[in-house]
């Protein structure tokens, strides 16, 4: 019984160190489209990946009401991130993450254009203070070219990207468990709880 479960986790550990590639355009302005493959195992699996199909629309008299709960949903989630991103350890450890997780990955013809804005001049500033030492860290890649703006006037979230990465499953877990198991990304959960209510 030992054994044979000491065999599963081997093998399932070399299947994990079996790196995978991701080729993708992606576009995001009114509505996402993506073009998503994956090669693993050495090319022997090959998946698509299609976007998600669009839900039909309610009947216009739900609409009003649907929508002000949308955007009362949208402002509690809003609210409840920033009150994380004002942790300064919370926002440090997000960008180590985001670092090694970059330098996890291996890059080529990757061309990547966002344009993020909330609405809110002072909550773009503090959503700014977590993206922009990520992209000044990011405009100095040489396998990339990676442009991230901010939009202080108006809610605004585009995206325009190709390329293709590759990346090694079993490193990806570690990184995200060790962030998982940090106690600043835990005070940032906590601080985000009082907003739910």
Do not use: C
């Not at 509505?31 to 090319?43: K, Q, S, T």
């Not at 009401?65 to 997000?94: C, G, H, W, Y």
């Not at 000044?136 to 293709?164: C, Q, R, W």
């Amino acid at each position: 019984m030992l054994t044979g479960v000491l065999v599963f986790l081997l093998v399932l550990i070399a299947l994990l160190a079996i790196p995978f590639t991701l080729t993708f355009k992606v576009t995001w302005q009114q509505g996402f489209e993506n073009d998503i493959r994956v090669h693993w195992l050495f090319g022997l699996v090959r998946v698509r990946i299609r976007p998600p199909k669009h839900k039909t629309q309610s009947p216009q008299a739900e609409q009003p009401e649907k929508k002000t709960k949308r955007d009362k949903a949208k402002s509690r989630k809003k609210s409840n991130v920033l009150a994380a991103i004002r942790q300064k350890r919370f926002r440090q450890r997000i960008i180590r993450f985001i670092s090694d997780i970059w330098h996890a990955i291996y890059k080529q013809d990757l061309n990547l254009r966002m344009r993020v804005g909330l609405g809110d001049p002072a909550d773009t500033g503090r959503l700014w203070a977590l993206v922009g030492p990520v992209t000044g860290m990011l405009a100095n890649v040489k396998a990339a070219s990676i442009t991230i703006e901010p939009e202080f006037m108006d809610a605004t979230f585009e995206l325009d990207g190709s390329g293709a990465i590759r990346i090694i499953p079993l490193q990806l877990i570690y990184l995200t468990v060790a962030l998982l198991l940090s106690p600043p990304v835990w005070q940032g959960i906590r601080k985000m709880r009082p907003a739910m209510y």
